[in-house]
Antibody
Framework: EVQLVESGGGVVRPGGSLRLSCAASGFTFDDYGMSWVRQAPGKGLEWVSGINWNGGSTGYVDSVKGRFTISRDNAKTSLYLQMNSLRAEDTALYHC????????????????WGQGTLVTVSS | SFELTQPPSVSVSPGQAARITCSADAFPKQYAYWYQQKPGQAPVLVIYKDSERPSGIPERFSGSSSGTTVTLTISGVQAEDEADYYCQSADSSATSVLFGGGTKLTVL
């Protein structure tokens, strides 16, 4: 069974940092890209960042560029999101998701998703 | 960039068909995808590549595309289908991803 389990969320002050982790199991981790998708309380889904199978290609939504860094450790079958200079608007449930895409940019979707880890940025 | 627009809510009676639309000002020749999210749960993929249904998803879920609008249709809606539904697409190179604002489906 494919499983994605996030951890590392918590309460942090504005300007602070957090590192999220996502432990993957049940599939060949380095065959797939991975992404982080967040959901602010009571709001919709927002793609945050993605990384290809070997970490050689990454992407970010404009609002987190320069503040967040996505990475992965294929030996540990884990995905990470380093979040710096956090803002109140970063408060959300952060899901990791397996990224289904090809090398030609013809398609991209997410399946499955983890349950998420909650990040709260508040003074 | 582009935007994906969904109606905030759709209501149907059990057994009727529910249609949820997702409109783009300009779909960058990318497929659309649909996710179901029930309260307190992670999103679940219900349609990929406009109209393909993943294994395990009931046949009553279907997708279609026409011009810059894609539609999720749930035929014979059941109470268990009450959830939020999100469409998703990507830019022309699939390096950036966008979600619609979501539609709350209420089964009356």
């Amino acid at each position: 069974e494919v499983q994605l389990v996030e951890s590392g969320g918590g309460v942090v002050r504005p300007g602070g940092s957090l590192r999220l982790s996502c432990a993957a199991s049940g599939f060949t981790f380095d065959d797939y890209g991975m992404s982080w998708v967040r959901q602010a309380p009571g709001k919709g889904l927002e793609w945050v960042s993605g990384i290809n199978w070997n970490g050689g290609s990454t992407g970010y939504v404009d609002s987190v560029k320069g503040r967040f860094t996505i990475s992965r450790d294929n030996a540990k079958t884990s995905l990470y999101l380093q979040m710096n200079s956090l803002r109140a608007e970063d408060t959300a449930l952060y899901h990791c998701a397996r990224d289904r895409s090809d090398d030609y940019g013809d398609y991209r979707w997410f399946d499955p998703w983890g349950q998420g880890t909650l990040v709260t940025v508040s003074s | 960039s582009f935007e994906l627009t969904q109606p905030p809510s759709v209501s149907v009676s059990p057994g009727q068909a529910a249609r949820i639309t997702c409109s783009a000002d300009a779909f960058p020749k990318q497929y659309a995808y649909w996710y179901q999210q029930k309260p307190g749960q992670a999103p679940v993929l219900v349609i990929y590549k406009d109209s393909e249904r993943p294994s395990g998803i009931p046949e009553r879920f279907s997708g279609s595309s026409s011009g810059t609008t894609v539609t999720l249709t749930i035929s014979g809606v059941q109470a268990e289908d009450e959830a939020d539904y999100y469409c998703q697409s990507a830019d022309s190179s699939a390096t950036s991803v966008l979600f619609g604002g979501g539609t709350k489906l209420t089964v009356l």
